[in-house]
């Protein structure tokens, strides 16, 4: 870790948060609508105009160079330009380099933005790139991406005895939490053995242990801790992050129950000066009910093997002892294919204290992780109120 | 027989490319695999380097054909036959991603004995697939 990457910590900070119309937006409204629509409302949350705007950092599945494609619909041209595309995790890998964008001098304004219509195109993922180099996978037919995260939870359930229902439990405590988020897309009752006995999709998963396919999207501002606070909203400090990235497909993941959060969450502590006992509220990119599990482990919330049992009887449920996926998660609020900006949106709504409903008690400290590929890129941010600086 | 390709990074052609020499070897019944000659880690799928240790000093083995499944997972489209895809850990210390079809008891479970096999479709090269072992 070098001297400069450790003082990035809380020199930027998260000025203004806004997601799009979420869940099913109808025929004729375009991701770049959605995208569009973020930008609005994030922006007037900042106190910010468009012409404020100098750095852009956007990915997406919907256009071969989303960031031309971006900046030209929001009129915007950028002096400082970030396509990173790391898949789910890439916005959350976004907040890091803005930082050290503008603690280098290239931007002062960032904007973060991400919009999809998946679902009112037709109900499927939308895959980014073309196939034009050979798979070494797809001949087998796997679900991709389920069948990926079904070999993880298979492989955890045979060396640690997780069960399927301490992979069910996971999805009905998001979907508590969806039940207190009127934005959420579904909000129903639902029980550990209504998603036992949902139709499997790839064992053991079942189709309510996989995230939502809807429509939404989002943006963030960020900008330098100085200018944050001459801006109308309390800051959320980026008090320090890690990415890391292992492999791309399945098959090559070294060990299927450890995941590079590890290394991502490790960096992002270190920088931070925090570990996981001082952090307040937790948002997880839950794609799948066993990326909690993998991720509590991995992110020092309990020990390598015990996620399982750490879920169980509503531990991270509204009342529990750990807050997680305060939002609902991509598993009952909103996964527009790529979760990631959407969970850095709902940390900073938790510690500004303006969650409503299912606002947590203590919210001086969040952690917002994003996940990508098939638990391949993973990266880690720490933010932070006044108090934690 | 194809063995004994070796090929540097400045030799790369149409006929030394990775991807073709395995799908020679499979044209003729074998799983291959490269191995560095460097740091002999056992490299899959194949490539130019080793991922390992950076060298382009790979050669080609065939593999016995023989492994275990490191982890299963159950697909049943509508209206289809299921089939498990697993991954398979090779004897020589490579994984790689297949089909798997089940024993007698008509299930694959995570460290059952597996061996190759090769499927013909079309034009498409002959693609290796594993079963259960009865007994080993």
């Known amino acids: ?63 071969a160079q989303p960031v031309l494609t971006t900046a030209e619909y929001l009129g915007i041209r950028p002096r ?30 960032a904007l973060i ?24 996978e797809t001949p087998y037919a796997p679900r991709i991406p389920a069948s990926a995260y079904a070999l993880a939870a298979a492989r955890h359930m045979r060396e640690f005895g997780t069960t399927r229902e301490q992979l069910a439990e ?29 139709r499997m999709v790839s064992s053991p998963l079942t189709v309510r242990d996989c995230c939502l396919v809807t429509d939404g999207g989002g943006a963030v501002i960020v900008t330098s801790a100085e200018r944050a606070r001459n801006l109308p909203r309390p800051p959320a400090y980026i008090l320090g992050a890690g990415e890391a ?84 998660g991509g598993l009952s609020y909103c996964h527009p294919g790529m979760y990631g900006i959407l969970l850095v949106i709902e940390a900073v709504r938790q510690l500004r204290g303006e969650a409503g409903d299912r606002q947590v008690a203590r919210h001086s400290l969040a952690l917002a ?14 933010l932070g109120d006044e108090s934690t600086l | 027989m194809t063995d004994n390709v070796r090929a540097d990074v400045e030799s790369l052609s149409p006929e030394t490319a990775p991807g073709t020499v395995f799908d020679r070897y499979a044209a003729e ?10 740091c002999r880690q056992a490299v899959f799928p194949p490539r130019v380097l080793c991922p390992s240790c950076g060298s382009d000093d790979l050669g080609w083995e065939p593999s016995a054909g023989r492994g275990t499944v490191y982890s299963a997972t159950v697909i049943a489209p509508r209206g289809k036959e299921p089939y ?53």
Request: net charge negative.
């Open chain 1, 369 to 382: 992780h994003g996940n990508g590929g098939t638990l391949s890129s993973q990266v880690t941010a720490i």
């Open chain 2, 84 to 136: 498990t895809v697993a991954l398979i850990d090779l004897d020589e210390g490579f994984r790689m991603m297949s089909i798997v079809t089940a024993g007698d008891d008509g299930a694959v479970a995570i460290d059952d004995p597996v061996t190759v096999s090769f499927r013909l479709a079309g034009d498409e090269p002959p693609l290796p697939v594993f079963a259960v072992e009865a007994d080993r």
């Open chain 1, 245 to 328: 990235t292992w492999h791309m497909n399945i098959s090559q993941m070294p060990d299927l129950t450890t995941t590079a959060a590890q290394e991502s969450g490790r960096r992002a502590y270190e920088i931070a000066g925090f570990g996981p006992q001082d952090i307040d509220v937790v948002e997880l990119y839950d794609a799948f009910t066993i990326n909690p599990i993998l991720f509590l482990e991995d992110l020092g919330f309990c020990a390598k093997g015990e996620g399982g049992a750490f879920v169980s009887d509503g531990a991270i449920a509204p009342g529990g002892s750990l807050p997680v996926n305060t939002n609902g």
């Open chain 2, 29 to 38: 019944g074998v799983l291959a695999y490269q191995s560095c000659g460097d």
């Open chain 1, 170 to 198: 996971v999805a009905v405590a998001a979907r508590q939490w969806a039940k207190l988020n009127p934005a959420a897309f579904v909000q129903d009752d639902m029980t550990v053995d209504d998603v036992l006995s949902s």
């Open chain 1, 1 to 63: 870790m070098s001297a400069a990457e450790r003082s990035l910590r809380g020199r930027a900070a998260i000025v203004g948060v806004a997601e799009s119309s979420l869940g099913e937006v109808g025929p004729g409204i375009s991701s770049l609508d959605l995208i569009g629509q973020a930008t609005v409302r994030a922006l007037a949350d900042a106190g910010l105009s468009k012409s404020d705007v100098d750095g852009l950092f956007t990915h997406s599945a919907f256009f």
């Open chain 1, 80 to 109: 400082f330009a970030d396509g990173t595309a790391t898949g789910g995790s890439s916005f959350v890998g976004h907040l890091w380099h803005a930082a050290a964008a503008i603690e280098a001098g290239l931007c002062e304004v």
């Open chain 1, 113 to 136: 933005v991400y919009g999809s219509t998946q679902r009112s195109h037709g109900g499927g993922l939308v895959a980014s790139g073309a196939a034009l180099t050979r798979s070494w």
